[in-house]
C-alpha cells in the first residue's frame, strides 16, 4: 500500500496543489491507516484487500482519540 500512500500524495502536491502542511497530515494519517489495517490483514497486503470495515473501525478509533471532526473528515 505504500506505492498507493506515494501515488495519492503525488496527486494532491501536482493536481491539487495542497499545502506542505495539508500533504503531511494526509500522509500521517494514512500511514496511521496502513498501520491499522496491518494489524488485522499482516504487513503485506494488498490495497484491494481493505474492506469497508478497516475503514470504519480506523475512523471510529480516530474519534474515541478525540480528534476533532475536521481531521478525521480528511
Known sequence: MEREIRA???Y???E????????DAYG???EQFA????GSLGQNFAIND????????FLRAMYLRG?????VAR
Request: aromatic share 2%.
Open 8 to 10: 495519492f500524495l503525488n
Open 67 to 71: 480528534l476533532d471532526s475536521r481531521s
Open 28 to 30: 500521517r494519517d494514512m
Open 35 to 38: 498501520e491499522s489495517v496491518a
Open 16 to 23: 491539487k496543489m495542497v499545502s506542505a502542511n495539508t500533504l
Open 50 to 57: 481493505v474492506t469497508r470495515s478497516h475503514v470504519v473501525d
Open 12 to 14: 494532491l502536491r501536482v
